[in-house]
């Protein structure tokens, strides 16, 4: 069993110009593919970075809301209604929304504000500097440290801006858990402090953030909530209606979508057309394989091998150099998204699995089919 | 009186179908002993290769039987069969097919290889083989290096170094100059021939006919005369 190995891995690997083209079309359409899901991935984590980054269990919103940033206010009976559900340990109102600020420098850049509810501070973040009590102080903000807090000209403790003829101070830096899609920068301060300082419409609350008292609860709570018209989504839930917008009601997710399924459909071709030629030529010997006395399962086992190894190979070829690639991209643009998961890893893998299977199955087919007598014939 | 190798009983073998289903092998029968080099000479479509193909496993009769040795081949399985050859035949084909991809050692290794031998061991045997056609020193080269006649080795070295007891030869010369080709019969005949060996070439090349034993005659699918050679 082995030394047939060894003779399929030689006669492919020997066959120089063709093993390089067979690798480089599954390389490059590996590379393709992960590079294709992984900013997919990425911008699908950056979009739902607030619903990470807060992490509150169950999210109350109106019904029309499609991403976490398009936020729909609610009047503020809903706040008080939801507390009242059997099963809701509590309910705070979380404020999301963009303001212009006016930097020491006299500079203007916008900002995502999140006001967090003034008696618990749900959803607060990790704090890298400063003390979450100092969120209370006069005019207390506090910057999150993520890709964009450049734009806010180095801030630190004690940084002073404009907000809406308000003054703002930075009394905390605080960590993030994943990078927003939008590239603003993100403060932190009170529920109150927000509404007071960004003028809105009649309603405040952009969601209410609910704490279930046990997992059971969940579902009578989103019964609940949707008595009174409003929608109730798990944390889960929510990232996943977000990703749902991204993928299908914008061009986005369809457009990643065509383009990784070209690159698999070229990757295909390439590799299926050139391992085809390659059994093609090879055929006359592997007739005089057989004639000699070769099984059948011997040869398929051998094809099998070829095309298994090298799709595995230019899986890693390909898997390697998206890793590069992103690496080196992450390096000099901060906003960079891409993120490469297991899910993007195993999407490739299959769609390698595939190329593999294809290509053997049409050289098999052709091996099988050689009578050794037409060999000897010539 | 030498063991019958091959004995071939009214072998047939049809090809095509409605006008134009030929007769290729009609009933052909002939007995080769051990130790014997026998010719299959006619002109070209007159069934040699069909006929050398039935004799070797490859390809089924319509009826009749073939024996190699006493066993009647054609009741064996596929596995069964492709064993067969792997152990007790060695093929000459017509234009070699030697892989180019794989050195003239790995080349001639193939048999054994497929007889699961372990790498080096092949190698090693292989070699031996290799020298025994002279051609030790090319063992690391591609064979398309290599000259007709010295392919004509190689592909011969492949086919006795799993020792089998029948060689099968289409056409061993036709691609050869005259001196070439006499030199493989002659190197055949001398270090490849002997008593446990019998020894089938198909040709149509005159020029070698005095290093046959016996010449079986082929015409339009049917056995024309069979003659000792040794004796004319
Ligand atoms: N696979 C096949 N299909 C149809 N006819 C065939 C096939 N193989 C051989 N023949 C016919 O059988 C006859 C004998 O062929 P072959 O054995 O190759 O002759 P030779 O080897 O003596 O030149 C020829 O007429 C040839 O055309
Ligand atoms: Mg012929």
Redesign the pocket.
């Known amino acids: 069993m082995k030394g047939i190995l060894i003779i399929a891995f030689k006669l492919l690997v020997n066959d120089k110009g063709k093993f390089a083209a067979l690798l480089m079309g599954i390389t490059f359409a590996v590379f393709l593919m992960v590079m294709m899901t992984s900013i997919f991935s990425g911008v699908l984590r950056s979009a739902s970075s607030v619903v990470i980054n807060i992490g509150a269990k169950i999210w109350v919103m109106d019904p029309a809301v499609t991403t976490v940033a398009n936020s729909i206010p609610m009047p503020d009976f809903v706040q008080d209604a939801v507390r009242s559900i059997d099963g809701v340990k509590y309910a705070v109102p979380l404020y999301s929304g963009a303001a212009t600020l006016r930097l020491s420098n006299g500079a203007y850049q916008s900002a995502t504000i999140l006001g967090l509810d003034d008696t618990s501070l749900l959803g607060r973040p990790q704090l890298l500097e400063g003390k979450i009590e100092d969120i209370f102080a006069e005019n207390g903000f506090l910057v999150v440290k993520d890709s964009e807090i450049n734009k806010l000209n180095d801030p630190h403790i004690g940084t002073t801006f404009e907000l809406n003829e308000h003054r703002g101070v930075i009394v905390g830096i605080a960590k993030v858990a994943a990078n927003g899609l939008f590239g603003m920068p993100t403060l932190y301060t009170t529920y109150n402090r927000a509404i007071q300082y960004i003028p809105t419409a009649r309603f405040t609350t952009s969601y209410v953030l609910v704490e279930p008292k046990s997992p059971e609860a969940v579902q009578h709570i989103k019964d609940e909530v949707k008595k009174m018209g409003f929608l109730a989504v798990t944390k889960e839930e929510f990232r996943e209606k977000i990703s749902t917008y991204y993928k299908f009601k914008t061009g986005f997710g369809t457009n990643i979508l065509i383009m990784t399924m070209i690159s698999f459909i070229v990757g295909l071709s390439i590799s299926g057309q050139t391992f085809y030629t390659f059994i093609l030529e090879n055929l006359d010997k592997f007739g005089a394989l057989k004639a000699i006395g070769a099984k059948s399962h011997e040869l398929i086992i051998m094809i099998v091998f070829q095309a298994g190894f090298t799709a595995l190979t230019g899986y890693g070829l390909g898997v390697g150099l998206c890793t590069i690639m992103i690496g080196l991209a992450k390096m000099r643009l901060p906003n960079y998204a891409s993120v490469v998961t297991f899910g993007n890893l195993g999407i490739a893998f299959i769609m390698v699995l595939i190329i593999a299977i294809f290509s053997s199955l049409i050289g098999v087919r052709k091996v099988l089919k050689i009578e050794p007598f037409d060999v000897f014939?010539g | 009186m030498a063991k019958t190798a091959i004995s071939a009983q009214q072998v047939v073998k049809w090809?095509?179908v409605g006008d134009a289903r030929?007769n290729?092998v009609k009933a052909a029968s002939f007995e080769a002993s051990f130790g014997e080099i026998f010719y299959l000479v006619?002109p070209?479509?007159?069934?040699?290769?069909?006929l050398l193909s039935m004799l070797s496993g490859i390809l089924k009769p319509d009826s009749g039987s073939v024996y190699i040795d006493n066993a009647d081949i054609w009741t064996l399985s596929t596995d069964e069969l492709a064993d067969f050859r792997l152990n007790r035949i060695g093929f000459v084909f017509q234009d070699y097919h030697l892989f180019p991809r794989l050195t003239t050692l790995e080349n001639v290794a193939i048999p054994l290889i497929l007889k699961k031998y372990d790498w080096d061991k092949a190698m090693q045997e292989a070699l031996k083989y290799l020298d025994i056609v002279g051609l030790k020193n090319r063992a690391q080269l591609p064979p398309y290096k290599l000259s007709g006649g010295e392919q004509q080795r190689v592909a011969i070295a492949r086919a006795i170094v799993s020792q089998p007891d029948i060689l099968i030869f289409d056409e061993p010369t036709a691609s050869l100059d005259g001196d070439t080709g006499k030199k493989i019969m002659s190197f055949i005949k001398d270090d490849i021939l002997n008593e446990q060996r019998c020894v089938l070439v198909v040709t149509h090349d005159s020029r070698i006919f005095e290093y046959a034993d016996k010449i079986m005659k082929m015409e339009d699918g049917v056995v024309t005369a069979i003659e000792n050679h040794s004796e004319m």
Do not use: L, V
Not at chain 2, 44 to 50: A, E, Y
């Open positions: 014939r | 090809f095509g030929t290729a006619g070209s479509g007159s069934g040699k290769t069909t």
